[in-house]
């Protein structure tokens, strides 16, 4: 079983900065991509970024590309959502995910591959 909790979330003016938190605990994380999804009121689910945790390599999506990193620190079990320059279009719930990392060749980008869940964390951003 695999679990995953997010953390930091808040209220940041636009232009300000905040790092959310994924913290997961289960399987063997090695094997996973860790992704970060993001819903914004009123619409559907959006895919932020992942991180393969056995390579540290990343994707991120155009919107949020140059903005936002996503890192890894394995001693904790924790993946990071670091968010600079924020706008209120960024505003939304952030969820972090896991999707079977193993099965493709490229970090896994499509939601329907992640399989387990975190309950999610707001961020709020206001102009």
């Known amino acids: 079983q695999v679990q995953l909790a997010e953390s930091g979330g808040g209220l940041v003016q636009a232009g300000g900065s905040l790092r959310v938190a994924c913290v997961y605990s289960?399987?063997?994380?090695?094997?996973?991509?860790i992704g970060w999804v993001r819903q914004a009121p009123g619409k559907e689910r959006e895919f932020v970024g992942a991180i393969r945790w056995n390579s540290g390599r990343t994707t991120s999506s155009d919107s949020v590309k140059g903005r936002f990193t996503i890192s890894r620190d394995s001693a904790k079990n924790t993946v990071y959502l670091q968010m600079n320059s924020l706008k209120p279009e960024d505003t939304a719930i952030y969820y972090c995910?896991?999707?079977?990392?193993?099965?493709?060749?490229?970090?896994?980008?499509?939601?329907?591959?992640?399989?387990?869940w975190g309950q999610g964390t707001q961020v709020t951003v206001s102009s």
């Open positions: 289960g399987r063997l994380i090695s094997s996973y991509d």
């Open positions: 995910a896991a999707a079977r990392g193993w099965k493709y060749n490229d970090i896994v980008t499509a939601l329907d591959e992640y399989d387990f």
